[in-house]
Structures are given as C-alpha cells and as structure tokens.
DNA sequence: GCGTGATTACTCGGATACAAGATGTCCGAGTTTGAGCGG
DNA sequence: CCGCTCAAACTCGGACATCTTGTATCCGAGTAATCACGC
C-alpha cells in the first residue's frame, strides 16, 4: 500500500511542465535528468499521461511533452488515477451478502482522501510557491 | 497501490472476533475456513495483530486467538497499521529544497483518510448490523 | 480414585516457493528539424 | 540562392531483465488439555 515511483515521477513532470512555459515542448532527457531517473522510464510513463489526455509529445527535433490546452483543471487525483488505475483501493474476497460493512467503511474513507486530491489542481501549486523546481 | 489482501483478512478476522464471545478464544482453523484461506497463512498474518497488541494467542488444544482486554478503542486504522505499516503513502524522491509541495498534498490527503478510519472502530461495526457473518 | 505419562489438538516461527507488479534497460521504427551540397 | 538529400535529435512502442513484495505452503518445535493406564 503505497505510492508508486512512477506517480512521484508523473506529478513532479506535471508541476515542472505546469510551471515552464506552455508553448516549447519540453524534452525528456531535461525532465529526467532533474529527476535523476532514466529518461526511457520517464518516458514509459509520460505515455500513460498523454492517453490521458493531459498532456501531447512532439516528435522530432526538438520535441518533447507540452500540456494540453485543458491544462487548470488537471488535479492531482486525475494524474494519480493515471498513472495507477482508478480500480478502488480495496477489495472485499468475502461474499457475506451483498455488500460488506468493512468495504463500505473503507471506500468512505478512500473516498475523502479523493475528495481532497480532486480539489488540488496544479495551478494552484504553481502560484503559491516560488518555483524552487 | 492497494490495500493487500492480509489487510482485508485481518478486518475481517477482527471483526468476527469482535461479534464472538470474548472469553472463548477461536481456532485459527474456523477463522480461515470462513474466508476460503489457508490456516497458516491466516495465523502468520494475526501474528502480527498479536504483537501490536489488539489480540493474544491461546496455544494448546482450544486454543486459537481472543481479543485483548482494550478492545472497543480498536479503530480500522489500527488494524490497517499493523498490517501494512505505517509509513506514509508517499515518498518524495526529489530534492527541491526543506519539503516538497507535492508530497504536502498528498499528505493532507492521505491524512484525511487516515483520520476517517481513525474514527471508525470495530465495535461500531457490529453494532450496526445484524450479524450476517 | 489418583497420579503419571502419552497422545492429541492447537499455535509459533523460520525457511522456502511462487506469482505479480514495479522498476528499469535496450533497440528498432517513425518523425521533424536543420545542415550540407549540388545546381 | 534554391531545392534536394541526408544526418541528427527526438519520441514511440514492444520486448526483455531485474528486484521487490505479496501470497502461500511446509515443517519442526513448543504447549496445554485430555485420555489411558497402572498402581
């Protein structure tokens, strides 16, 4: 029960390609090389971002990864959900009937740290720091 | 990410415990009969329950595991806690400086969850439903 | 009837096996920019 | 100066390799109740 990498790695590259300028595409030998992490992986990575629709790569020279125009609404639960999958966090494997109380109290609680994810977007990051990144 | 399936025993486990009487302790061989899991397997996870304390272990013939004296203040993150570890969801692994706004986020939120299952005890459970175990 | 020992029904803990997922690397393919070169 | 070609700088996607973790099994050891047996 943890976090991947890969969703450190995918919310750091949003709030990077969030604070930078949003026209220039930006490579991923740069993005990784400020994460330390191997720019093959990073890239690994990134494409589960773009079938997301978040955010679109430009091949060629001087190409790379950009946000998409429906950049401010991206919170950090739709780049946690893809990255992980949004499957709920718990499954009950005991059939007591149609729903179980243990689920329930489960899901409720997954479902508040949700709430709070959904209401973080990553412009709000952006303004009220000065990008140390 | 996602709760394993020892978490998912282990609330069951403690919830049936919680409905059974409290002074017989219950074979290990019934708890995991009941869900479709091997007894060792079982018994290696409430080994862990044992040592955080919520419950002992009976040994001998009849034995099996009781609910320690302090239940009643035993809430779903206790439990969840013993299984998983209680670390935090989330690791940083970049260095921008003292903290990271990123893994601020994240924290709040997971405590938000955390906070929920803070609240919810076992016994709280039982009450409210019929027994349907 | 009563003590004593053996049997039985349990849990405990370590060692081990297995599977799945996370992490990371490699390489071939496609794409665009830009430089070089010939006209 | 213009256009063509080619190389370079990129991303993309699949195929691997590796490592960690979750899941599960097996077995020997210890323990307590109970049964059997002999006195």
Redesign the pocket.
Known sequence: ?KF???TDYALHTMLFLTAATPDKPV???LLAEKQK?????L??I??KL?KAGMIE?????????RLKRNWGDISFLDIIHAI?GSASLFDCSFDHGPDCPIQRVVLAAEEKMEEHLRNKKMSDLVQEMNIVF
């Open positions: 029960m991947s990498k890969a490579g991923v030998q992490v191997s720019p093959t992986y890239s690994k990134l494409t773009v790569s430009i091949t060629g020279v001087n190409g790379g990864y992980e």
